[in-house]
């Protein structure tokens, strides 16, 4: 599984979430379009979480 290029990316997602969350102070704070555009980053990555999340149990059921 380690060696599985879906579990790399669902790593480099949290990596993005986490990302995000520092971010989330300095955008909300610009308001705009920067808020806009950092709420719409999170939604979709959170989607795209879910989805890879939910393909790594369907590939490997542990």
């Not at 669902?10 to 909300?28: D, N, P, Q, S």
């Not at 989607?47 to 790594?56: D, E, K, N």
Request: no cysteine; glycine share 10%; proline share 3%.
């Amino acid at each position: 599984m380690l060696r599985s290029p879906l579990y790399w990316s669902g790593v480099g997602l949290i990596g993005v979430l986490v990302a995000l969350t520092f971010a989330e102070r300095y955008a909300l704070a610009q308001g705009g379009v920067l808020m806009w555009a950092w709420l719409a980053a999170l939604g979709t990555t959170l989607v795209a979480i879910f989805f890879v999340r939910r393909a790594l149990k369907w590939r490997y059921p542990i």
